[in-house]
């Protein structure tokens, strides 16, 4: 029932930053940077990003792997500027297991009424890496944009902690899981990336947690 109240809600007609937007690519670009610093992305060929949206997550990615952008939004698969796009549902990839050497997502997991099935799909279909970032309920700005805005409640359960039970399902080994940022892609003014350009990305209160695993020999049987 959630899935479908989100899919009408994403499918109706909204004003959106282009993905050329200084705040958008700043915001894209620097998570990317963030995580060469713990996957190595010479040996990442394919990946795949879940709950795409409009782009955001895909476009900033290096051009040398082919990268595939899913969405259950039809809408926002129109609006994405990428190339490889399908429309399915996370709780049932299409994908054979082991597919890609990467399989990511960017805050959608708050969205689902049972995002441990979503997280299950995407441990199935990598074979290597797999990279969850979700908005930290913690941050006092998150939790009250949480509270507020109806399809945004889900962000209130959200924590470091909730990302990490994850894994106790999947049994993927932990490399890095921490609070960072200060942006949001949508919202931020464009005048605040004067300051935020200064200000360490990796802090405390971080707007989202984002948490890097990788997938055991054990697991890929």
Not at 111 to 122: C, F, G, S, T, Y
Not at 178 to 200: D, I, M, Q, V
Not at 205 to 220: A, Q, R
């Amino acid at each position: 029932m959630k899935e479908k109240v989100e899919k009408m809600y994403w499918e109706s007609s909204k004003k959106r930053r282009p993905i050329s937007h200084p705040v958008v690519k700043f915001y894209c670009t620097q998570r990317v940077e963030y995580l060469k610093k713990y996957l190595d992305f010479s040996s990442i060929k394919t990946a795949l990003d879940v709950g795409a949206g409009y782009g955001y997550s895909s476009f900033y990615f290096p051009s040398s792997i082919e990268l595939v952008s899913s969405d259950f939004s039809f809408l926002n698969l129109t609006i994405s500027p990428m190339r490889n796009k399908i429309q399915t549902s996370s709780l049932d990839l299409p994908f054979r297991s082991n597919s890609f050497d990467l399989v990511y997502g960017w805050s959608f997991l708050h969205h689902l009424e049972k995002p441990e099935k979503a997280v299950a799909e995407m441990a199935r279909v990598t074979k290597k890496y797999l990279v969850l970032l979700e908005p930290n309920g913690k941050n006092p700005v998150q939790f009250a944009f949480g509270l507020l805005h109806p399809m945004e409640h889900g962000t209130l359960k959200y924590n470091r902690k909730k990302l990490l039970s994850h894994l106790n399902d999947i049994k993927f080994k932990l490399i890095s899981c921490e609070p960072t940022g200060w942006l949001f892609a949508g919202a931020s003014p464009t005048f605040s990336l004067a300051l935020c350009k200064h200000l360490p990305f990796v802090h405390r209160l971080g707007l989202c947690n984002i948490m890097v695993c990788e997938k055991p020999p054990s697991v890929k049987s």
